[in-house]
Nanobody, 116 residues
Framework: QVQLVESGGGLVQPGGSLSLSCTAS????????MGWYRQAPGKQREVVAG???????NYADSVKGRFTISRDNAKNTVYLQMNSLKPEDTGVYYC??????????WGQGTQVTVSS
């Protein structure tokens, strides 16, 4: 099966930066879309950013201009560079991959806390 392993979460102060990464492994497969979701306490999970294998990206309105998603197809890795962080960005960030002929897979989540 496919496993997604995330890294890069942590504690930062408002205005700071943080970089997340997620690598998919577990055999021979092809990923069409990779992305990041987040969930704050008491709220539903929401999409943050997504990127296709062709490099097309989209972002939630709340993070446009501050976050950048990128992808290394050869390494099956997706990244999320987060700048100008706000307390409202606090939450558990989940990596997602849509794998061709297999389905959807999720990482375990990594905590991002923005606080002074």
């Amino acid at each position: 099966q496919v496993q997604l392993v995330e890294s890069g979460g942590g504690l930062v102060q408002p205005g700071g930066s943080l970089s997340l990464s997620c690598t998919a492994s577990g055999g021979m497969f092809s990923i069409s879309v990779m992305g990041w979701y987040r969930q704050a306490p008491g709220k539903q999970r929401e999409v943050v950013a997504g990127i296709t294998s062709a490099g097309d990206t989209n972002y939630a309105d709340s993070v446009k201009g501050r976050f950048t998603i990128s992808r290394d197809n050869a390494k099956n890795t997706v990244y999320l560079q987060m700048n100008s962080l706000k307390p409202e960005d606090t939450g558990v960030y989940y990596c997602h991959a849509r794998v061709r002929m297999r389905g959807d897979y999720w990482g375990q989540g990594t905590q991002v806390t923005v606080s002074s």
